[in-house]
């Protein structure tokens, strides 16, 4: 059995009703291996994370952040759970029941946040989680903001909207699907103006045709997309979008929307977030693809040869700049490639690979751990090797949609911290205990420290 330790020599204390409101853990554990609560033994994933731990450090000592590091991911317009997970962390006081009630506290002020994507899509609503975050960055936080695969749909479904869609990208707002309703809605709900457009826009037939592909479309796309994806993705994707055409009416009209409101909404949305001027223009404009702190790569999802390599030689700002051009020139071959693979690998054969050789260029670059998000857990944060690089997936099922339909009780609320003296602490309210994570006490322990 683990010994377990109090939680406060790492954490200033939290009132005991705001403990149990929040459901979160009030002691400590090193971090167990296999992922189970008396992990008293290696099981078969343990000499992975050990041997990739061992390979990570043959490069030097790990650098750790000159401030703590406060990593949450996926909140998924879940405003509630992200503010539950910034109180855990000890980052912010709330003041009130509302979703603006709160500041930042003194651990907050010297932290940096970095939110790991997909703050888009599930619910309870968009807009709010929208407006806290932006309050946090007002409150003076430094804030990091990683793009998530949600998050890049609405962007190139929006974008499809324009005069720029073409062949390759007329489908990108239709293949939302039923995922972006729930924010048309709340935006045909919150702006007047939106609901008062549809006096000006053509007839509902029309309306669709300016969201959905045509038929040319279904001859077009095979041949322009060969270039970028073999005949089995094509079949795929054409398929997928046939299914999602012919539903989207059906979805419209269970969110509550005639498509003449539905398209009046989408441009709204475009007009909030894309045009220079929007209220949420900033969302966009402030992404990032990666983001570097001493040994630690933040990433929404994972990495491939190809990026490790751009990262190796070129550096994390050189891979941000290709994310901020390529996205906004071409968006179909930007979400069909590298950088976006950022966003979006699970390590699948269809996803573009990470190799050995990838993980020696990030070895080489001073990357020990890739933090991630993406993948969504049970049981609190897990540290994973995967292709012999040390993983650390921190999206703790935080958004009540998720959680209701997985089975998962009350709000998600959980954050992973990174401390500059060499530990990592994973807090979520589905786990009994937080964990901590010090590497160079593994080494230790198994005799393999420099």
């Not at 949600?150 to 909207?161: F, K, Q, S, T």
Request: aromatic share 6%; with cysteine.
């Amino acid at each position: 059995m683990m010994t377990d330790m109090p939680l406060t020599p790492l954490l200033p204390p939290m009132a005991q009703e705001d403990v149990a409101d929040l459901g979160l853990p009030q002691s400590c554990i090193p971090w167990p291996l296999d992922g189970r609560t008396d992990a008293g033994s290696l099981d078969a994933s343990a000499p992975d994370l050990i041997s990739s731990l061992a390979r990570a450090t043959e490069g030097g000592p790990w650098e750790w952040p000159q401030k703590p590091v406060i990593f949450i991911s996926d909140p998924h317009a879940d405003a509630e759970s992200l503010l539950r997970s910034l109180v855990a962390a000890r980052a912010i006081v709330r003041e009130g029941g509302g979703l603006g009630d709160f500041t930042l506290t003194p651990f907050g002020r010297s932290c940096q946040i970095i939110i790991g994507g997909d703050c888009l899509d599930k619910g309870p609503s968009n807009l709010d989680l929208l407006d806290s975050l932006a309050l946090l960055v007002k409150s003076g936080a430094d804030v990091v903001l990683l793009a998530g695969n949600h998050d890049l749909r609405l962007y190139l479904g929006l974008e499809a909207l324009t005069v720029r869609r073409g062949s390759l990208n007329a489908h990108m707002f239709v293949r939302m699907g039923k995922k972006v309703m729930p924010l048309l809605k709340e935006v045909f709900d919150r702006y007047p103006e939106a609901n008062a457009a549809t006096a000006d826009l053509p007839d509902e037939q029309t309306c669709l045709e300016l969201m959905v592909p045509g038929r040319k479309w279904t001859r077009q796309f095979p041949k322009a997309a060969a270039r970028y994806m073999n005949a089995a993705a094509i079949a795929k994707e054409m398929q997928r979008l046939k299914k999602k055409t012919e539903k989207f009416a059906v979805h419209a009209a269970e969110s509550g929307l005639t498509i003449r409101q539905l398209y009046a909404a989408a441009l709204k949305c475009r007009e909030l977030f894309i045009d220079p001027s929007g209220r949420y223009a900033w969302f966009f404009r402030s992404m990032k693809a990666v983001h570097q702190s001493g040994s630690f790569l933040f990433v929404h999802a994972g990495i491939d040869d190809q990026m490790a390599a751009q990262i190796s030689s070129k550096g994390v700002a050189h891979v941000n700049r290709r994310f901020r051009k390529e996205s906004r020139k071409d968006p179909f071959v930007f979400y069909s490639g590298t950088v976006a693979n950022l966003m979006r690998t699970k390590y699948r054969d269809v996803d573009h690979p990470l190799t050995e050789t990838g993980v020696d260029d990030l070895h080489l670059a001073g990357i020990r751990l890739l933090v991630q998000g993406h993948v969504n857990q049970h049981d609190g944060q897990q540290l994973k090797s995967k292709h012999g690089l040390l993983h650390l997936e921190a999206d703790v099922t935080l958004d009540r949609h998720s959680r209701r339909s997985e089975g998962l009780e009350g709000i998600g609320t959980g954050a992973t911290i990174i401390y500059p003296h060499g530990s990592i602490l994973g807090i979520s309210r589905d786990y009994p205990h937080a964990k901590l994570f010090t590497p160079e006490r593994i080494l230790q322990q198994h005799g393999l420290a420099q």
